[in-house]
């Protein structure tokens, strides 16, 4: 077969306009984030004030790991030398470029929690390491050479500033590439992405036991890491399916059809079920064993107020995909993708929720102004800075090797 190329059907140097309804949305979720922060926070109920600082955590924490996710795409495709997602790879660009602004925020909401208000007073308290103390405990003790306060933080900078700097790198050199041609930008790119998953394939579960499961620093699980990077993996796939459809509802990237949705489709369908895999292994194994140190953590969340939760959230996550996208149509159309994404998007936030919350406050029923205008508000920051990223280059690689491949994808 031959290789024409159709370089010339397509304008390759349109910018998306961020302006009008998109902007000024993002702008009033931000502003309803922050009143409903502030409304928290200043609260004379410490219980209203926990649920504040745990949400934080929950929405920091999403928005980095989504942020993570792009930036894993784009060093994915280039490891992989994946022709297909070149016309689109300007998306998960843009997520990962905005990386280091999301590290920030977290590291700050981590570092609050730490020291003005203890989110993570399981192993953070007054007298939890000294056995001369009426509140020592021996197995926090036996964790205080890992989890103590320094050596915490200085993780988290080095796992959240080496894959800031990763990400910022990564999508540079593509910019660049559009500039000057040829093939060093990728080589570069090629051999970056190579280091940067093997640092974030041995770090991310690290990073998820000490941001997530050090919130209950008596249970442990060698599963959690896998388990919340299906869940990071699913919802940055989401993410990109979802700029995409909305990029493509407003003219744009005429480039992308539905062969490319199909495959965006067709991972988050897999990782979906790979997700359900590591919940469903590690809640049977410690179900099953029935040993009190690890049932202690399921025992919290079939208390009444989460139980139900804990239910909906298999059924979104693991149900919704499986019936919604097994059909091969279902991936090629718009509507249907969004509707998905969306849904799994807020499968995934409760999937957090019921993670953070029964370790970090005490008495909880229910959702309120504080959780729903939390995530409004980072959902704001999100749109703002990645749309706004997004209408500062072209939206397609035009001189990706790739690119010639992308155009001709077809499943």
């Given at each position: 077969m031959g290789t024409h190329s159709h370089h010339h059907d397509y304008n390759f140097s349109e910018q998306y306009k961020f302006a009008g309804t998109a902007k000024v949305?993002?702008?009033?979720?931000?502003?309803?984030?922050?009143?409903?922060?502030?409304?928290?926070?200043?609260?004379?109920?410490?219980?209203?004030?926990?649920?504040?600082?745990?949400?934080?955590?929950?929405?920091?924490?999403?928005?980095?790991?989504?942020?993570?996710?792009?930036?894993?795409?784009?060093?994915?495709?280039?490891?992989?030398?994946?022709?297909?997602?070149?016309?689109?790879?300007?998306?998960?660009?843009?997520?990962?470029?905005?990386?280091?602004?999301?590290?920030?925020?977290?590291?700050?909401?981590?570092?609050?929690g730490l020291t003005t208000h203890n989110l993570y007073h399981h192993w953070h308290a007054e007298g939890l390491i000294d056995p001369n103390s009426p509140n020592y405990d021996a197995l926090v003790a036996g964790k205080a050479s890992y989890l103590n306060m320094p050596w915490f933080l200085g993780r988290q900078i080095i796992f959240m500033g080496l894959y800031s700097v990763f990400a910022v790198i990564l999508a540079k050199l593509s910019y660049n590439e559009d500039?000057?041609?040829?093939?060093?930008?990728?080589?570069?790119?090629?051999?970056?992405?190579?280091?940067?998953?093997?640092?974030?394939?041995?770090?991310?579960?690290?990073?998820?036991?000490?941001?997530?499961?050090?919130?209950?620093?008596?249970?442990?699980?060698?599963?959690?890491?896998?388990?919340?990077?299906?869940?990071?993996?699913?919802?940055?796939?989401?993410?990109?399916?979802?700029?995409?459809?909305?990029?493509?509802?407003?003219?744009?990237?005429?480039?992308?059809?539905?062969?490319?949705?199909h495959d965006l489709g067709k991972l988050i369908f897999g990782f979906s079920i790979f997700w359900t895999y590591v919940w469903f292994a590690q809640f049977m194994l410690i179900w099953y064993a029935n040993i009190p140190e690890e049932t202690v953590y399921f025992y919290k969340r079939f208390e009444p107020e989460y139980k139900l939760w804990f239910w909906i959230n298999i059924i979104i996550n693991f149900v919704a995909p499986l019936l919604l996208l097994v059909d091969r149509d279902a991936k090629r159309r718009l509507n249907m993708m969004a509707f998905v994404c969306i849904l799994l998007l807020l499968g995934h936030w409760l999937d957090y929720y019921i993670m953070i919350m029964p370790g970090t406050v005490e008495t909880h029923r229910g959702f309120g102004f504080i959780e729903v205008g939390t995530a409004i508000g980072f959902m704001g920051i999100f749109i703002f800075l990645v749309m706004n990223k997004l209408s500062r280059h072209p939206l397609a690689a035009k001189n990706h090797p790739f690119l010639d491949e992308s155009l001709h994808h077809q499943i």
């Amino acid at each position: 077969m031959g290789t024409h190329s159709h370089h010339h059907d397509y304008n390759f140097s349109e910018q998306y306009k961020f302006a009008g309804t998109a902007k000024v949305l993002s702008l009033v979720a931000i502003v309803v984030g922050i009143v409903a922060v502030a409304f928290g926070m200043l609260s004379s109920d410490h219980i209203i004030v926990e649920r504040t600082y745990a949400n934080l955590l929950l929405m920091g924490y999403y928005f980095t790991c989504v942020c993570a996710a792009g930036a894993f795409f784009v060093a994915l495709q280039l490891v992989t030398q994946s022709g297909w997602s070149a016309g689109l790879i300007r998306i998960p660009q843009a997520m990962a470029s905005i990386l280091p602004i999301a590290s920030i925020i977290l590291f700050i909401i981590i570092a609050l929690g730490l020291t003005t208000h203890n989110l993570y007073h399981h192993w953070h308290a007054e007298g939890l390491i000294d056995p001369n103390s009426p509140n020592y405990d021996a197995l926090v003790a036996g964790k205080a050479s890992y989890l103590n306060m320094p050596w915490f933080l200085g993780r988290q900078i080095i796992f959240m500033g080496l894959y800031s700097v990763f990400a910022v790198i990564l999508a540079k050199l593509s910019y660049n590439e559009d500039l000057v041609g040829g093939l060093s930008s990728y080589k570069q790119s090629f051999k970056l992405s190579a280091i940067f998953l093997v640092i974030f394939g041995f770090t991310t579960p690290i990073w998820s036991f000490d941001t997530i499961m050090s919130l209950e620093a008596h249970w442990f699980s060698t599963m959690f890491g896998w388990y919340n990077f299906a869940a990071m993996w699913v919802s940055g796939l989401c993410v990109i399916a979802l700029i995409l459809i909305f990029l493509k509802k407003a003219g744009y990237m005429s480039w992308v059809n539905e062969n490319h949705l199909h495959d965006l489709g067709k991972l988050i369908f897999g990782f979906s079920i790979f997700w359900t895999y590591v919940w469903f292994a590690q809640f049977m194994l410690i179900w099953y064993a029935n040993i009190p140190e690890e049932t202690v953590y399921f025992y919290k969340r079939f208390e009444p107020e989460y139980k139900l939760w804990f239910w909906i959230n298999i059924i979104i996550n693991f149900v919704a995909p499986l019936l919604l996208l097994v059909d091969r149509d279902a991936k090629r159309r718009l509507n249907m993708m969004a509707f998905v994404c969306i849904l799994l998007l807020l499968g995934h936030w409760l999937d957090y929720y019921i993670m953070i919350m029964p370790g970090t406050v005490e008495t909880h029923r229910g959702f309120g102004f504080i959780e729903v205008g939390t995530a409004i508000g980072f959902m704001g920051i999100f749109i703002f800075l990645v749309m706004n990223k997004l209408s500062r280059h072209p939206l397609a690689a035009k001189n990706h090797p790739f690119l010639d491949e992308s155009l001709h994808h077809q499943i």
